[in-house]
């Protein structure tokens, strides 16, 4: 029987380490959250999460996005939403340098981080949730992961964590 636990551990070992999507533990992508914003002012319920993109090697750019991100409002269950199926509650714009000129409005809100970067090399990414909440808007957690341009079976989510108080 012993034979056999050990016989499997070691084939399990060598079928994750085959697939190394499975064992993400860093990412050649530095993605931020910048800023979240309550859009709606009326209820409160619509918000904007601005992320920065950077790759630590040029050729790694510009990354593969994901469609899928999961959300927490305040103590509510998290949800798994995908964009594309998402029926307008979340869009997804991509911004690059030129913000500032495509959507100065969006650009106010972050320009004091995007000073922090240190390469032109970046991207904005804008996620803009609708009828987010029922509840006053205390604390957002977004999970999300960009698809890696040279392996793309490979996705390292990152969560991250915003208080509006």
Not at 105 to 117: G, H
Not at 123 to 129: D, K, M, S, T, V
């Amino acid at each position: 029987m012993r034979f056999l636990i050990k016989t499997g551990l070691i084939a399990l070992a060598a079928f994750v380490a085959a697939f190394p999507g499975y064992a993400q533990t860093s990412s050649v992508y530095d993605l931020k959250l910048l800023k979240a914003q309550v859009v709606d002012t009326v209820d409160g319920k619509d918000v904007v999460a601005f992320f920065s993109v950077t790759a630590a090697q040029k050729k790694d750019f510009p990354p593969v996005l994901s469609m899928g991100i999961t959300c927490k409002v305040n103590d509510e269950t998290p949800q798994r939403i995908d964009i594309m199926r998402a029926g307008g509650r979340v869009a997804l714009v991509v911004y690059g340098p030129s913000i500032a000129e495509r959507n100065p409005e969006a650009y106010e809100l972050i320009k004091d981080q995007l000073d922090k970067l240190s390469t032109k090399d970046y991207q904005i990414l804008a996620f803009y949730f609708r009828n987010i909440t029922q509840q006053p808007l205390q604390e957002l957690t977004l999970i999300y992961g960009l698809w890696e341009k040279r392996n793309q079976q490979r996705r390292i989510e990152q969560e991250f964590q915003y208080s509006f108080k």
